[in-house]
C-alpha cells in the first residue's frame, strides 16, 4: 500500500514539530510496512504581494486592537497548500495521511482515489478560549477556523483521535459517525532504545527528585509545581524540582531547590542525550498543565516509570489512570493539593506501585510501535469498510451545509 505523508515543510523528520510526532507517525508507518512518499504541503507555494500586505499590515493591526488571529486556520491558510495540493498527481497512491492540519485536508481536490486519513488530537473548535493562542480571536477567525475544521474533518475517510476527548469533540462538533474515528494514543518522543521501561523502587526513598516539563509556564502550571515543592518541604519531605524547557520567573529563580535546565532541543544529539540522562534520576513527573490535549510528555514520564501528578482536563485520562500510573486533580487544585497527593502516596506506599502501573501503560499503549501496529489495521481496513468513505465521491466540495 502506498502513503503519501503531507505536511508542513521538514516537518517528517523534525523532532520539535507538534512534540515529534510528524517525525515519529512518519517513521511508524515506514516500519509498518507501507511505502511512503512525503509532500511538503507548500512545495510550489510563492508568496505573492498581496501576502505580504496581509501578513504584515493585517496582523499588525489586529495586534494593535488587542485581538488575536490564525492566519493557518483561516481560508488564508489554505491558500498557502492549495498551489501544491490542486496540481499533484495523487493516482499512484491509495492512501493520502495528513497529521493534525484541516488547512491541507481542505486543500485537497474534492475527488481522489486515495483514502484521506487524518491524525488530529483536537478539533478547532474545542481549542477556543482553552489555549491562550486560540483566545481572544476576531469573531471571522473563529467562524473560518470552524467551517473549515468541519470540512475537513468531514472530508477525512478516517479520524485518528489521540483521545477519546478528541474523538466526542470531532462527534459532537462536526457529527463525525463514530466508525469513522479510531482513537490511537500517541508514543514518547524518544526512541524506544533509550527508554529503560523499568519500574523504579521509590517506597522509602530520602529525596524525591521531581519533575517538569515545557515551554509555557502559566500554561504548564509552573507555579502550581513549585508550591507543591514548597510544601513538601514544610512537611519534611526532601525534594528537588527539576524544569527542562522553560526559566521559571524572576521570584522563583533564586529558590534552592529548584534546578533548571533550560530549553533542550531534541534534533540536537547531545541535547537528546541530556534529556535522556535527566529523566534517567527523576522519580515523580508533576505536571499541572491546565490545557492539554494529549501530552507526549506523559508517555515519556510512563516509559521513565515516573508516576504523574496533573490535571485532569483534555484528552489526559488517555494517558493517565487514577491509582493507576498516577492522579488526576481537578482543575481547581492548588499546589498543596499536589502535595497532599504525593504524601499520601508515600504513607501508602504506593509510588512503587505507581511507577510499575506508568511502566505498563507505556508498553501496552503509550509507544510508537503499538501506535505502529494499530494504525496498520486500520488503514487496511478502509479498502473493505464502505462505512469509512462518506464525502469521497461528491459532487460538490466543500459540503453543501458547511454553512449551516
Request: proline residues 3%; hydrophobic residues 35%.
Amino acid at each position: 500500500m502506498k502513503i503519501l505523508f503531507i505536511s508542513t515543510p521538514d516537518t517528517s523528520d523534525d523532532r520539535r514539530e507538534w512534540s515529534g510526532t510528524m517525525h515519529q507517525s512518519f517513521v511508524c508507518l515506514q516500519q509498518a510496512g507501507f511505502d511512503v512518499t512525503y509532500l511538503s504541503a507548500m512545495r510550489d507555494y510563492h508568496e505573492s504581494f498581496g501576502d505580504k500586505l496581509l501578513c504584515t499590515y493585517w496582523l499588525k493591526w489586529m495586534t494593535w486592537f488587542r485581538r488575536n488571529t490564525r492566519m493557518i486556520e483561516s481560508f488564508y491558510g489554505e491558500r498557502l497548500y492549495k498551489q501544491t495540493l490542486r496540481s499533484f498527481d495523487y493516482s499512484p497512491y491509495d492512501v493520502i495521511f495528513v497529521p493534525t492540519n484541516i488547512s491541507i485536508v481542505y486543500a485537497l481536490p474534492r475527488q481522489t482515489r486515495a483514502k484521506v486519513v487524518h491524525l488530529v488530537d483536537a478539533t478547532i473548535d474545542s481549542l477556543f478560549g482553552y489555549y491562550t493562542e486560540f483566545s481572544g480571536l476576531i469573531w471571522q477567525n473563529r467562524l473560518e477556523g470552524h467551517l473549515i475544521g468541519k470540512a475537513a474533518f468531514q472530508r477525512s475517510d478516517l479520524i485518528i483521535a489521540s483521545s477519546d476527548w478528541c474523538k466526542l469533540n470531532a462527534m459532537q462538533d462536526y457529527s463525525i459517525p463514530e466508525e469513522r474515528i479510531a482513537v490511537i494514543e500517541f508514543g514518547a518522543n524518544i526512541e524506544a532504545k533509550d527508554v529503560p521501561a523499568v519500574a523504579k523502587r521509590l517506597d522509602g526513598k530520602k529525596h524525591l527528585n521531581i519533575y517538569l516539563s515545557g515551554v509555557n509556564w502559566e500554561r504548564k502550571g509552573g507555579d502550581v509545581a513549585v508550591e507543591c515543592c514548597e510544601e513538601l518541604l514544610k512537611q519534611g519531605i526532601s525534594c528537588t524540582l527539576h524544569i527542562t524547557g522553560m526559566i521559571p520567573p524572576e521570584k522563583h529563580r533564586n529558590k534552592s531547590f529548584i534546578h533548571t535546565y533550560g530549553f533542550l532541543n531534541k534534533n540536537i544529539q547531545d541535547q537528546y542525550q541530556r534529556i535522556i540522562s535527566i529523566m534517567r534520576e527523576m522519580d515523580i513527573f508533576v505536571f499541572p498543565s491546565r490545557a492539554e490535549c494529549s501530552s507526549i510528555a506523559l508517555c515519556e514520564a510512563c516509559g521513565f516509570g515516573l508516576p504523574i501528578f496533573c490535571y485532569d482536563t483534555g484528552g489526559t485520562g488517555n494517558y493517565v489512570i487514577n491509582g493507576k500510573n498516577g492522579y488526576m486533580l481537578p482543575l481547581n487544585s492548588t499546589g498543596k493539593d499536589f502535595a497532599s497527593y504525593i504524601i499520601k502516596g508515600i504513607q501508602r506506599n504506593e509510588l512503587c506501585s505507581l511507577s510499575q502501573g506508568a511502566v505498563s501503560l507505556y508498553q501496552e499503549r503509550l509507544n510508537w510501535g503499538v501506535w505502529g501496529k494499530r494504525v496498520k489495521e486500520v488503514i487496511e481496513s478502509l479498502g473493505t469498510n464502505e462505512n469509512m468513505t462518506i464525502y469521497y465521491c461528491q459532487d460538490s466540495y466543500p459540503p453543501k451545509d458547511i454553512y449551516v
